[in-house]
């Protein structure tokens, strides 16, 4: 299976902070890999898709860059309603594979 | 409108099974597979398992954690994907998410709100 490994697994920041959250793939990926944010009660969101696409309606403060089997996600300046939970996909093998997660608070 | 959601959940007993069902609506269900998320109390999320297509051959394929117990299947006339839960076991206890993939451009992008299933004795 590829593992993803995901850091920091938890981030304290503030609002206008810029914000960085990396998932390294054990193997090669490609660029199959999307970044969702979760929060509790609500249906996860797909913010970044294949890497660097940012999903219809998502704001440009999110960005997402890949650097071989390193992936990084990005909020430019955070804003009160980013503090959530944010995960990276793999989904270029079965099983699909997740990282652990990054928690995002104030 | 797009919308995938989850319903079916509950609480069960180990050893008894449950179905959930995810209802698609507002595109063509025939032209995606469909995967199935979960996420337990205090964990992340974690894959289920997904099933493909008819044009694909509606190949099917399961995390190694519920492998043999767990059955995803689907209903085109009724854009109904089922997650048929055998045996089940208390560390099942998460919410199930379902998800659209398998078109380029078109994947994992519409969740719905999860439905819960707690196995407790």
């Known amino acids: 299976d590829i593992q993803m490994t995901q850091s920091p697994s938890s981030l304290s920041a503030s609002i206008g902070d810029r914000v960085t959250i990396t998932c390294r793939a054990s193997q090669d990926i490609s660029n199959f890999l999307n970044w969702f944010q979760l929060k509790p009660g609500k249906a996860p969101k797909l913010l970044i898709y294949h890497t660097s696409n940012l999903e219809t309606g998502v704001p440009s403060r999110f960005g997402g860059s890949r650097s071989g089997t390193d992936f990084t996600f990005t909020i430019s300046s955070l804003q009160p309603e980013d503090f959530a939970t944010y995960y990276c996909l793999q989904y270029e093998k079965v099983p699909y594979t997740l990282g652990q997660g990054t928690r995002l608070e104030i | 409108e797009i919308q995938m959601v989850e319903s079916g959940g509950g609480s069960v007993q180990p050893g008894t099974s449950l179905r959930l069902s995810c209802t698609a609506s507002g595109f063509r269900f025939s032209d995606h597979a469909v995967s199935w998320f979960r996420q337990a109390p205090g964990k992340g999320l974690e894959w289920v398992g997904f099933i493909r297509t008819t044009n694909e051959g509606e190949g099917r394929d399961y995390a190694a954690s519920v492998k043999g117990r767990f059955t995803i299947s689907r209903d085109y006339s009724k854009n109904i994907a089922y997650l048929q839960m055998d045996s089940l076991k208390i560390e099942d206890t998460a919410v199930y998410y379902c998800?659209?993939?398998?078109?380029?451009?078109?994947?994992?992008?519409?969740w719905g709100q999860g439905t819960l299933v707690t196995v407790s004795s």
């Open positions: 998800t659209r993939e398998g078109v380029p451009g078109f994947e994992f992008d519409y």
